[in-house]
């Protein structure tokens, strides 16, 4: 099932292949913040379980809306995707994307446990990026993420043209 990009909001897509360079977070992120974590206990669901590589682990929020993570790459980057896997009944609802005080892009994940892909619109771009979690299919809004991935455009992608 392969979603369509809408002009006022972006739509799941279940295809896995990579829509662009998947940017090497443990190279080229600066640094990573986030809302909560689940009980204060970093140990077992810290921040830097979301780039670890390892879908054992997660991170996982403490109760309460809205949630985010804040993201702060090394250079500025054109985006061209967000990939990420939730846990079922732990998955964000309505969500946005914010790249150096752009246009919130909304975005409406499935509950499920897939990995998700989200395509940015073109404007999409910077070094600073916030993910924000307005609702939770969790009667708490806790949110649970086993990984997320962001994706750099390649040279003849129409994202990585400056307007």
């Known amino acids: 099932m392969v979603g369509m990009k809408s002009s006022d909001f972006l739509v799941f897509t279940q295809v896995p292949d990579a829509m662009g360079l998947t940017i090497d977070m443990k190279s ?9 974590v689940q009980n204060r206990d970093v140990k077992q669901f810290s ?13 996982s929020s403490d109760q309460g809306l809205p949630q985010w993570i804040s993201i702060n790459l090394k250079e500025p980057v054109a985006l061209c995707a967000l990939k990420m896997q939730f846990q079922g009944g732990f998955a964000g609802q309505h969500c946005s994307i914010l790249a150096d005080g752009g246009n919130n892009t909304d975005f409406y994940p499935e509950d499920n446990n897939s990995v998700q892909s989200f395509q940015l619109p073109k404007n999409c771009r910077g070094k600073n ?35």
């Open 28 to 36: 080229e992120l600066e640094s990573c913040t986030v809302s909560s």
């Open 47 to 59: 921040k830097k379980h979301l780039f670890d590589g390892d879908l054992e682990t997660c991170w």
């Open 129 to 163: 990026v916030k993910i924000t979690f307005n609702s939770s299919t969790d009667f708490f809004g806790r949110i649970v993420i086993y990984g997320l991935w962001l994706e750099k455009c390649e040279d003849s992608c129409e994202h990585s043209k400056s307007d």
